[in-house]
């Protein structure tokens, strides 16, 4: 809870908000952020501490605020990881994720400006709006998660967004968006004004990829349609697969124009020089960082699969289908209760996403088996 004194002049749509953020609690398991439970390998903070020690010395300079030699890592990576070879001029780093989608909402929203989205998805977003002025509209999932495509399309048709943001996998529900269901959002955005905006603007079609790297085999990125769509956005970050959640580093990949847009709002020299070069020390390991992936998207099925199997009150608990690193599944009566029993056990999940549901982050073996213990003694005594 905030403690804020009301002789300060806060602004009056903030009055009663609370600071975002997961609950940060000391108990043994924690599997309630997404976070990659698996510590740096030895020679990747081997490179860390060198390329840190590397710059120490130059710390009494400013970093270079373009930030070139890590946008080129971040272009080589996706050549890598995505099929797709994009320029240094299409590429932006900033301090995770969510800060390059709050460039993106003070680029591109603003008063008399709309950013859609589907909902449910990642809460932070219309925080973004609210801190930009920006209106956040949603359009609502089909009751599988998967996006309502013609609902959608209307929804644009009508609202005339500057900003339409979708997920993929879908945060939090895991949900993959099709490339096919991409292609013809960008197609039509391509033929919608954007309301109050100057003839010609069109919609942003903005994909936060932050979880893709977990991804069914053999499924594409956004990241291949940037070549032939100039008002796609892509979104990634290093926190997750790279299990780099500390280190804050997020990218964007574009075309230049919008990369050129971000590089307005954004503040002086935003990367640090120690950030940029944690980054890059990790990327002279891609394959090592990413090996943990498949573990953690095979412990991911066999997960479901066992919570597919256990039940409550009599019948089978609900698991969305997930290409994510976290698992949504259901349904409770008293969700809270379920999740406050499981703490008391030491174990960390999330109450978040639609109402009856819970979620839960892939851990290591020794988490997910003391999530299992837990959980099977939680449903043992609700249904006693």
């Known amino acids: 809870m905030t403690s804020i004194p009301a002789s300060l002049p806060l602004r009056n749509d903030l009055i009663g908000e609370e600071p975002y953020g997961a609950p940060q609690l000391d108990v043994p398991v924690c599997l309630n952020v997404n976070e990659n439970p698996y510590p740096l390998d030895e020679q990747v903070a081997d490179s860390i501490a060198r390329r840190v020690r590397e710059v120490a010395q130059t710390l009494n300079r400013y970093p270079d605020r373009e930030h070139v030699q890590l946008r080129q890592a971040f272009c080589d990576y996706l050549a890598h990881e995505s099929g797709t070879r994009l320029g240094v001029e299409q590429l932006w780093g900033a301090n995770g994720s969510n800060e390059i989608m709050l460039q993106i909402f003070q680029a591109f929203g603003g008063p008399g400006r709309t950013a859609l989205g589907c909902d449910p998805t990642y809460s932070m977003y219309p925080e973004y709006a609210r801190d930009t002025f920006t209106e956040w509209k949603v359009i609502h999932r089909r009751d599988d998660f998967t996006i309502d495509l013609d609902a959608t399309l209307e929804g644009i048709a009508d609202i005339r967004p500057s900003i339409v943001l979708l997920t993929s ?16 959002l960008l197609d039509a955005c391509g033929r919608i004004q954007v309301a109050g905006a100057a003839e010609g603007t069109h919609p942003v079609v903005v994909i936060d990829e932050a979880y893709v790297e977990f991804r069914n085999p053999g499924t594409p990125s956004a990241v291949s349609l940037i070549p032939a769509y100039r008002n796609l956005a892509v979104s990634r970050t290093m926190s997750k697969a790279f299990a780099f959640a500390g280190a804050r580093v997020g990218y964007l990949a574009a075309d230049r124009g919008i990369v050129d847009c971000l590089r307005i709002v954004r503040m002086p020299y935003h ?57 949504l599944f259901g349904k409770f009566d008293d969700r809270q209760k379920v999740f406050d029993m499981l703490l008391d056990r030491g174990i960390l999940i999330r109450v978040v996403g639609p109402d009856h549901w819970l979620r839960v982050c892939m851990g290591t073996d020794e988490e997910m088996a003391a999530f299992r213990s837990a959980f099977t003694e939680v449903l043992s005594q609700i249904d006693d």
């Open 169 to 184: 996998p879908n945060n939090p529900t895991g949900t993959n968006l099709p490339l096919e269901d991409v292609r013809t």
């Open 271 to 327: 990367l640090s020089a120690i950030t940029q070069a944690s980054a890059l020390a990790a990327f002279e390991h891609t394959d090592l960082q990413l090996r943990r992936v498949a573990k953690l998207r095979e412990t991911r099925d066999e997960t479901a699969a066992w919570l597919k199997r256990q039940r409550y009150h009599g019948a089978s608990l609900q698991v969305a289908d997930s290409e994510s690193n976290f698992l």
